[in-house]
Each structure stands twice: as structure tokens, then as C-alpha cells.
């Protein structure tokens, strides 16, 4: 019986790096001018800022919907005073049982419109920021340009998003 091995990390990836079968594609491949090298990563067309957003919100609605339970079962336990449940699947096991499954997704609205918007924005800005650092002659994106769109992106997010959504669970 064969021996299962993973992919190749070239084999996930094909868009970002060439594969290269032949030692003549490896020196095809290494005696290609830098210029075609730099004109076949400008041709790649890249994905708009909008449709970035929309992505990060939907990640942020399957994040939400998937950490919910758990994040509920956490409170039930932490605010257990009397000591009623003896672990976390026997709190998922009673909440169901008592109140039905809908229980374990009690207040998923607000924790939804959290993830979505902070995932938007930090997906949205850093798009914006990568096609504003881009090189303005070559269309590259250094590693120092993609450091400071992702550093931005951050910052934006937990300015914009998590301070105030954190802030006002405290006055809650």
C-alpha cells in the first residue's frame, strides 16, 4: 500500500509560484530577463478593495456563526455560581435540552455585526493600502509596502471597529 505524502507547497499555491518541471524550464526560468519576470506579476490582475470587504465579511459571519456556541456555553460557565453544570458538553447538553438548539446562538447578532465589520475593514483597507503603496513605474509591491499595508489595516481595524466595540460592552 502506497505511503500518502502531502503536496507539494507549489502544488496548493500555482498562481504564486511557477512550477518548474525540467532543468530546461529551471534554466529557462533563471536566464529570463527581470524585466518579463516583473511584467508577468503587473499582468495578474488583482482583486478590487470591494469585493476584499465583502469576503472578510462573510468570513466574519462564518467565524460568528461557528464560535457562537462556545462562546455562550464560556458564559454559562463562567457565571455558574451554583454550580449546576459539570462541564462544558454537559452546559451544551442542558441548554439544549432546556431551551432548544437556538439557545447556543443567543446573542450571535451583535458578535456577527462585530466580526463583519472589523474583518471588512481590515480585508478593505489593506487592499487599498497594497494598490497605494504599489511602485508607481514597475506595479510592485515590496515586502516593506506589504508590511505597512498590513500594519495600517490593523490599526484601522482596532481604531475604528474593536476599541469602540469593546468599549461599549463595558458600559453594557
Known sequence: MPIWRPPHFSALFPSRTPPLHSSSTLMAAATAPASESSSRRSNVSSTPPYVRAVAGSLGGVMEAC?????????????LDRAGAYRGIVHCGTTAVQTEGVRALWK????????????????????????????DASTGDLSHRGRIAAGFGAGVLEALLIV?????SNLLI
Not at 476599541?163 to 468599549?167: D, I, L, Q, R, V
Request: hydrophobic share 45%; net charge positive.
Open 66 to 78: 461557528c464560535l457562537q456556541p462556545i462562546d455562550v456555553i464560556k458564559t454559562r460557565l463562567q
Open 107 to 134: 446573542g450571535l447578532t451583535p458578535f456577527a455585526t462585530h466580526l463583519t465589520l472589523k474583518y471588512a475593514l481590515r480585508m478593505g483597507s489593506n487592499a487599498v493600502l497594497q494598490s497605494a503603496l504599489k
Open 163 to 167: 476599541t469602540p466595540f469593546e468599549a
